[in-house]
């Protein structure tokens, strides 16, 4: 019970506090760009629990799992391959620089040219900019497997698939789930940013058309929504790698413990 409580005094301490100095500002020098807490709050409930629930939240939620899912089993599966292959490597590594070294944002115009202002242009700018996290760490987790471990496989005759699944899965899962837990936040990011550049629906389209339309404390709702989005996203997906890699945290607290 006591960790309990002191796992909810740590999560919550501090975004307390914050709000508390906010509150305070708001009331020393009130400003019509900063709403006050209970006027946010207010307004969030009153604005996203209804109609735009439906419009905006949960297609904006849609093409972000669209996306980010893209990112994952295509990262996974090309970084499997090309981990496994030294020439490949070697001939991909230019080219994988080349485009890593692109903000996934300059893409959105192009591709708004050639697919249009339509979901598919905005799950393939999620893709894009969320996929190199999930790749490169795959190639890096691919490419450290124990040699220790290639040579038993090999040993007993496992191969192909099975030694994929077997051995090199298990042994990259600490690396790709860690390329995955990058991409999250860069695939939120994009789902904003596409859903700005074309205004359509969504979350970010109704942030923007908050601002530009003066409606301050409705704008500041969005952004706290995105902000508890993206909180929960990281807190389901640390349960989910804890559950995956219980193995792995089960011998990092055995060595911890001697």
Known sequence: MRKVASVVAFTLGLPLILVALWWISTLVSPSFFVPEPPELISEFFGLWF??????DVLPSLGRFAAGVALAIVIGTLLGILIGLNRTLRSLTEPVFEFFRALPAPVLVPPLLLIIGPNDAMKI?????????????????????????????????????????????????APQILAGIRQSLPIGLILMVISEMFAPTGGLGAAIIRFQRTYAIPEMWSGILLLGLIGFLVAAIFRAVERRILRWYYGLKDLENAV
């Open 50 to 55: 209804g109609p735009r629930l439906w419009a």
């Open 124 to 172: 393939i700018v999620i893709m894009l900019g969320a996929v190199w996290p999930v790749l490169l760490n795959t190639v890096e987790g691919v490419r450290a497997t124990d040699p220790v471990q290639s040579d038993t496989s090999r040993s007993y005759g496992i191969s192909g698939f099975n030694r994929v699944r077997y051995q090199v899965l298990p042994s990259a």
